[in-house]
């Protein structure tokens, strides 16, 4: 990833933050047939390690597990807010207009070799850590235990556990912090005017100074 020093995040919380709040990621893997990119939930074990560990599920029939090249390290990202930035929300544009559209975003990118494990013990402990993460909101969260045992053993007998030890982490918020004051302040006005009230904040927290 083209990461330019002032766009570059390398707070571990914050990327940490950006995961288990966007934890669909895009997992790319290296298959017989190339590259291949597949859409899995994963979940951030904090575990000692420096950067944590991803674990997740696959359907059983998704290749990925039996196909992907377990030697060579897969590809993780997970994309934050993201937004168009306009031309015309740039208040120099009125003094010189030379200023082109762009797009804001945050994203972060974990590289780390994947292990397979074909255990419903292990499964079944990946999808309550899942479940209890995206359910702690709610008035009343709902258990994997509150579902039939033998309707959930069957369920997870058609799934595989995937597990990635994450080797290096890596983020990039590209949030108008180059661009002059005046700019950045215009931004706002026109992300607010739009509703983006998640890139709005993230262009007021990240401006430099």
Do not use: C
Not at 38 to 55: E, M, Q
Not at 58 to 71: H, I, M
Not at 83 to 102: D, F, L, R
């Amino acid at each position: 990833m083209y990461n330019p020093s002032h766009f570059e995040e390398k707070r571990i919380d914050v990327l940490h933050g950006l995961v288990r709040t966007q934890p669909l990621s895009t997992l790319v893997t290296l298959s017989p047939d190339g590259l291949v990119a597949n859409h899995i939930p994963l979940y951030l074990r904090v575990d000692g390690s420096p950067f944590g560990t991803l674990a997740g599920h696959v359907a059983r029939s998704n290749p990925l597990w039996r196909e992907t090249d377990l030697g060579v390290q897969v590809l993780v990202i997970f994309q934050g807010p993201q937004a168009y930035i306009s031309p015309n929300w740039y208040a120099t544009k009125q003094e010189h207009g030379k200023v082109v559209p762009t797009w804001n975003y945050a994203v972060v990118h974990a590289k780390g070799s994947l292990t397979v494990h074909d255990d419903p013990v292990w499964i079944s402990a990946q999808l309550n850590d899942l479940t209890g993460q995206q359910e702690a909101a709610s008035p009343e969260p709902w258990a994997v235990d509150d579902a039939p045992r033998d309707y959930t053993d069957k369920m997870i007998s058609a799934l595989v556990g995937i597990e990635i030890p994450i080797a290096s982490l890596s983020g990039k918020w590209k949030v108008s912090q180059n661009q002059p004051a005046i700019n950045r302040a215009s931004v706002v006005q026109g992300l607010e005017g739009i509703g983006d009230g998640a890139m709005t904040d993230l262009v007021k927290a990240y401006a430099p100074g």
